[in-house]
């Protein structure tokens, strides 16, 4: 079975990032419109994604204290994080806020994952 990550700061650090994230999407400033309006996410649907990054967060920190619920966290993540990419291809929706955040966000999720479980 998989344990708890052997490097929790990584865990922490993506579980404050998403944090962060969900309560900037709640008021979301410019960037993160442009990046919402861009793939024609209609704005009635926002708040799913304030949800899905608390209760991800929420799961990477319950996952530091009992084995496999941060590691199926943060693999669901990364998912997340790849059909946001998808969605922007899709969309054809490929400027700097599509590389700054949405696959900033999936090459952290990914590092978190390796190096955080490697060993």
Not at 20 to 49: E, H, K, N, T, Y
Not at 57 to 64: D, F, K, N, R, S
Request: glycine content about 8%; charged content about 10%.
């Amino acid at each position: 079975m998989i344990d708890t990550p052997h490097y929790w700061w990584l865990t922490a650090g993506l579980a404050l990032v998403l944090f962060g994230d969900a309560v900037m999407s709640l008021r979301p400033p410019g960037f993160i419109q442009r990046c919402l309006d861009g793939v024609r996410l209609p704005r009635d649907w926002w708040w799913v994604l304030v949800v899905t990054k608390l209760l991800a967060a929420a799961g990477l920190v319950v996952g530091l204290a009992y084995p496999g619920v941060a590691f199926t966290t943060n693999v669901a993540v990364i998912g997340y994080f790849v059909c946001a990419a998808y969605a922007h291809f899709r969309a054809r929706f490929l400027k700097r806020e599509f590389w700054l955040n949405c696959m900033g966000m999936l090459a952290f999720s990914v590092t978190v994952l390796l190096v955080g479980y490697a060993v």
